[in-house]
């Protein structure tokens, strides 16, 4: 059997499991690793400023796609670099694989020049760490990396000495020939009708859909139905469950609306969907509560449960539905319909072009949302701009928004929105950052360039790390260290080969927005919005 280096082994097993992109940068403890991707795969290679950028975009892609997206990275700092990028993958269920090289195996454990420990780092955030010590391993191990990513929902870290890599072994056939795929799996029999059962002798149903609800929304909305069943609906879920749903009622929690937040409250029993949501002071009180989810571990783990299933959401209710007497009253369901068109009313009061002199945030989102493609990527960066995101871009079951909602990090925006596009050439992609995120990783602007994408990225302009600010005062603190000095951030885009626009006042907003969405190429809107801009809680 014909010899080949680990490196040209490690990128076509990569290849194998449907690896499409790495994402990284170059250095020498990785050469033999890039120069066998460039010879010996298709795998493109896309070339970062900073790692955390490609480990955020690496997760973006993989998260849309669902298929298996990779980074790498040098030896010491190099692969460190990633882990923020990719504890967000970890977090959101993002199937990545890092290659992290390493310095030559004979002088580890020496303390020498950029050494790193890679293995206690990263433990904490993958569901599968190995380093190849040997290199007859190397395949076995990077094959086992791919398909725990892909079971588990997460990152694998393979960690591979630079010596390991361009040595030469025998190319072993590949253990596994396809990734298996996932089972479907619903609750037993005897479950299903004790569902029925808790369901059927209560009046005030609710449901609460969270993100385990993606592609269920035909089935969801027929247990509504059924019910007259408001839906109140996770951060997470909401591309999976407000586009053109008659039985929506909202989100509840901080970034939520009356209407959600106060259906959940006065409800006799609560139908709880593929939901995580972690504050347990928004669950009813004194409700009858079912939960349904794919994880045991998540059943009864933020409020006490009646009963709880473990099952995918579409099965499960596939099989519930049978079992289910049809409601007639419509008075609960009719109660939050009406109270959620209400709040909507008072969330777009600011959305409005009131004074040439200020600008609300919430004007921009509704206008990024009036005149984005009807089927396009939007992301926000944690703090403000992930609210006027919730809020106020809808979506319709073709759009698609990508936050930071479980690891809350800032910066994610932009990064994100490379992954998307370079894995969706085809689509509109819209990141909607925040002044402080933007400033924390612009220098991959850089790679928007390089790259040729035609991101639009809009900065919510408002010179204070503003979310902070609120927390500051709502504690009852005065702000500080929360004030931010801006460059010209359209004037910026220029000089470096995105297209600037710049908008200062309200009554100018609209038209630069739809310039800046119809440009052809990348293109940066700096929107100076107003500093005191509240974020008021449902409650």
């Keep these: 059997m014909a010899q080949k280096k680990v490196a040209q082994i490690v990128v076509e097993t990569l290849a194998h499991f449907g690896v499409k992109r790495c994402y990284g940068v170059v250095g020498d403890t990785l050469n033999d690793v890039t120069n066998a991707m460039r010879f010996h795969t298709d795998i493109e290679w896309v070339h970062m400023r900073h790692e955390e950028v490609g480990g955020f975009a690496a997760g973006a892609e993989s998260f849309m796609t669902k298929g298996l997206t990779a980074c790498a990275g040098s030896c010491g700092p190099g692969s460190l670099h990633f882990i923020n990028g990719l504890f967000e993958s970890h977090r959101n269920g993002a199937p990545v694989v890092l290659i992290a090289s390493q310095l030559p195996t004979a002088v580890l454990g020496t303390n020498f020049p950029q050494e790193v420990d890679y293995k206690p780092i990263y433990e904490g955030c993958s569901v599968y760490c190995e380093e190849v010590r040997n290199p007859q391993e190397a395949k076995r191990i990077v094959m086992t990396a791919c398909q725990e990513a892909l079971s588990k929902r997460g990152v694998a870290v393979v960690i591979l000495p630079s010596d390991i890599s361009a040595t030469a072994v025998e190319d072993l056939p590949i253990g596994q020939l396809y990734p298996a795929k996932q089972p479907l799996i619903y609750p037993d029999a005897s479950e299903i009708l004790k569902m029925a059962e808790i369901i059927n002798a209560g009046d005030k149903v609710g449901i609460y859909a969270g993100a385990g609800c993606e592609g269920a929304y035909a089935e969801l909305i027929a247990l509504a139905e059924m019910l007259k069943a408001p839906i109140a609906h996770t951060s997470r879920a909401k591309d999976f469950v407000e586009g053109n749903n008659p039985y929506n009622v909202g989100m509840t929690g901080m970034m939520g609306v009356k209407s959600g937040y106060e259906m959940i409250e006065h409800c006799e029993t609560l139908i709880i969907l593929g939901a995580d949501f972690a504050w347990s002071q928004f669950y009813p009180k004194h409700a009858k509560i079912i939960q ?6 998540k059943l009864g783990l933020r409020h006490a449960i009646e009963l709880g299933v473990i099952g995918h959401i579409k099965e499960t209710i596939q099989q519930l539905l049978p079992h289910l007497e049809t409601k007639t009253s419509t008075t609960f369901l009719d109660k939050y319909i009406a109270l959620h068109k209400k709040c909507i009313v008072k969330l777009d009061k600011k959305a409005v072009a009131k004074s040439e002199d200020l600008i609300h945030p919430q004007y921009l989102t509704e206008l990024l949302s009036e005149y984005a493609a009807e089927d396009a990527f939007a992301t926000a960066d944690g703090g403000s701009a992930t609210v006027w995101l919730l809020r106020h871009f809808e979506t319709n079951g073709k759009r698609r928004t990508l936050i930071s909602l479980k690891h809350g990090t800032m910066a994610n925006a932009m990064p994100q929105a490379i992954g998307l596009q370079k894995s969706h050439p085809q689509k509109q992609v819209i990141a909607l950052c925040g002044d ?46 929360t004030d931010l000095h801006n460059p010209d951030f359209a004037k910026m885009a220029d000089a470096i080969g995105i297209k600037g626009f710049s908008a200062k006042g309200s009554h100018e907003l609209e038209e630069t927005v739809k310039a800046f969405l119809a440009h052809d190429g990348p293109a940066l809107l700096d929107v100076h919005t107003s500093r005191l801009e509240l974020i008021f809680p449902p409650h």
């Design 436 to 481: 402080g995120g933007m400033t924390m990783l612009m220098g991959d602007l850089l790679t928007v360039v390089q790259e040729q994408l035609p991101i639009k990225i809009a900065i919510v302009n408002n010179g204070t790390l503003d979310f902070v600010e609120l927390e500051m005062k709502a504690d009852g603190m005065v702000n500080s260290y």
């Design 292 to 297: 349904v989810d794919i994880d045991v571990a």
